[in-house]
């Protein structure tokens, strides 16, 4: 084994490069294999499958748009459910004014109407949580049921119905219950009320109130559906629970403005709604909040996901840059979140509040966004490396299988086995077989001539001493011998020039005496190749054995 290695080394020292059909399968199987999976890897990147990257930002531009979708639809929905519930109102009111014999301007002058008027109104409030997807409903008059208390200027007659959900055995129950208004009309109709109820609002803080009233009485020709308002983010004094109400002027049909009605959807409701819905991103959320320029204030909005159930945690957000269609937004402890913004409108033109702009977003932590890339990457690479190990494994074992044949086919032949398999179930081995024995065929009659040739120069050999032979062969007198002789020896010295250097360098050590096995150790080489050397020898100067070859070779010898 150590020989064999020796040769190999000693060869590739020499310059000579061999490569087996096996390993040249192999590198042909490796390369195409390469290529397809490099091609693979190319087409899936230019196409985003195969880029981390670009699957994130398409699962963000999916969500994204169904969130930010289904926010405009549903407010703007509820915006004009909201218009219809106060016409409504309007309408009831009106009827009522007219029963009792006195304008709607007028029903802040009579107190002891309030009460009356509140309780005629209890089946419309309930009709508006039962039919629409909100938290509560209300009604907030221009008006208090005793204007002598203290700060009795802040304090307004109304109704607040809230909608809370509780959960038995498994099933949601919807239950209503009386934040504000008169204890007795909830009681009437089987309402509950909070432990946080109060008879009538306390406006301060409650900018909207104003505000609707002021812009409904400053334009009196507008539609109601161009007068509606969402307040930000509010907290009623007693409640618990943050919410934004959608306010709407009630107007007489004398014009006079003389309270609002609205519906309410709290943090909980929109958080239950829109929390977007990521393994990959656990805490993705999905703010809904005012915007003015680059900044977006959560903190005046909604915010909805799985890691801000329980509180409003962003605050001021400050749009940084924008990249291929994903935004990148700092909070004011710095800390940066990527994903999607667009711009809302709430408001139809010719609204008072058509300036005041809304952006639903759907956001992610920085750090979050940027180790999900680069975990998927790391994935995707480790499947591109897996599919290439696979292939080259199923390079070597097709290479192997698909030559393992052809070895032993040239193994048979090499090894001058005559025995030869009768069914190799490979065509082109099967003609190299048929062929093999019809050459063999046809050089059996040539190399018997040969011999023949041969013994008739050992007689010649056995006849004369060699002196005499080297002095009288090229002028023998022997007709019968002597030319056919002549003829196959000088044949023989021509055929001497289509020798390689190799071929010619095993032949000068035949003349030197020397046999096979010396040859192929002087010569570094194995006794096979000096066999095959003496396959490609034998043909080139038209001899049939060794034998034959070193009469010749005497002859030579005992020319010079």
Not at 25 to 54: D, H, K, R, Y
Not at 241 to 254: A, K, Q, S, V
Request: with cysteine; proline share 3%; charged share 20%.
């Amino acid at each position: 084994m150590f020989r064999e290695a020796f040769l190999i080394l000693r060869r590739r020292s020499r310059g000579e490069r061999l490569t087996s059909l096996q390993v040249r399968l192999f590198m042909f199987f490796a390369l195409f294999a390469v290529f397809l999976v490099g091609a693979a890897f190319l087409a899936m990147m230019l196409t985003g499958i195969w880029s981390a990257e670009q699957r994130h930002r398409a699962w963000l531009e999916a969500e994204a748009n169904h969130v930010i979708a289904s926010i405009s639809t549903d407010f703007n929905r509820l915006s004009l459910r909201g218009v219809a519930f106060a016409r409504q109102l309007s309408s009831s009111i009106g009827n009522w004014a007219d029963d009792k014999g006195i304008h709607e301007r007028e029903i802040k002058n009579h107190p002891e109407l309030l009460e009356n008027l509140l309780a005629e109104q209890v089946g419309h409030l309930l009709s508006v949580i039962e039919n629409n997807i909100c938290s509560g409903a209300f009604i907030i008059l221009d008006a208090t049921v005793n204007p002598l208390i203290p700060n009795a200027e802040y304090s307004r007659a109304g109704i607040f119905f809230k909608q809370r959900e509780l959960n038995a055995l498994g099933s949601l129950l919807q239950v209503v219950y009386c934040l504000r208004g008169p204890a007795s009309v909830a009681r009437a109709n089987g309402i509950e009320l909070l432990g946080q109820w109060r008879m009538e609002f306390d406006i301060r803080g409650m900018d909207f109130f104003d505000l609707v009233i002021n812009h409904a009485r400053e334009n009196p020709a507008a539609d109601l559906t161009r007068l509606y308002y969402w307040s930000e983010r509010y907290l009623l004094e007693g409640n618990s629970e943050y919410g934004m109400l959608l306010c709407l002027p009630l107007i007489g049909r004398d014009g006079s403005v003389y309270g609002i009605c609205g519906i309410e959807v709290n943090d909980m409701q929109f958080k239950r709604m829109y929390s977007p819905e990521s393994p990959e991103f656990p805490r993705a959320f999905t703010a809904f909040a005012p915007i003015d320029g680059d900044n977006v204030d959560t903190g005046l909005g909604f915010i909805a996901g799985n890691s801000y159930l329980t509180s409003q945690a962003i605050g001021l957000l400050v749009l940084i840059d924008e990249n291929n269609g994903v935004s990148s937004l700092r909070a004011i402890n710095s800390d940066i979140y990527r994903g999607s913004l667009e711009t809302l409108r709430l408001y139809p033109s010719g609204s008072p509040y058509v300036n005041e702009n809304w952006a639903a977003s759907l956001l992610i932590p920085a750090a979050d966004w940027d180790a999900a890339i680069r975990q998927g990457n790391a994935v995707l690479l480790g499947i591109g490396i897996t599919l290439l190990a696979a292939s080259l494994i199923a390079a070597v074992f097709i290479s192997r299988r698909y030559i393992s044949p052809v070895a032993a086919a040239l193994q048979l032949i090499k090894s001058d086995i005559k025995d030869r398999p009768t069914k190799t179930n490979i065509a082109e081995i099967e003609d190299l077989f048929q062929y093999l024995a019809i050459k063999d065929e046809e050089r059996k009659t040539v190399y018997e001539e040969r011999e023949n040739l041969a013994a008739e120069l050992e007689l010649i050999k056995l006849r004369a001493n060699e002196d005499d032979l080297a002095k009288n062969l090229p002028d023998s007198n022997i007709p019968e011998l002597n030319a056919p002789v002549m003829k196959a020896y000088e044949q023989f010295l021509r055929n001497l020039e289509t020798l390689t250097a190799t071929e010619r360098a095993v032949f000068n050590l035949y003349i030197k005496n020397h046999t096979a096995q010396e040859i192929a150790d002087k010569l570094f080489v194995s006794i096979n190749t000096i066999k095959f050397h003496n396959k490609n020898i034998y043909p080139k100067l038209n001899v049939s054995s060794l034998k034959e070859l070193k009469v010749y070779i005497s002859m030579m010898e005992n020319s010079t």
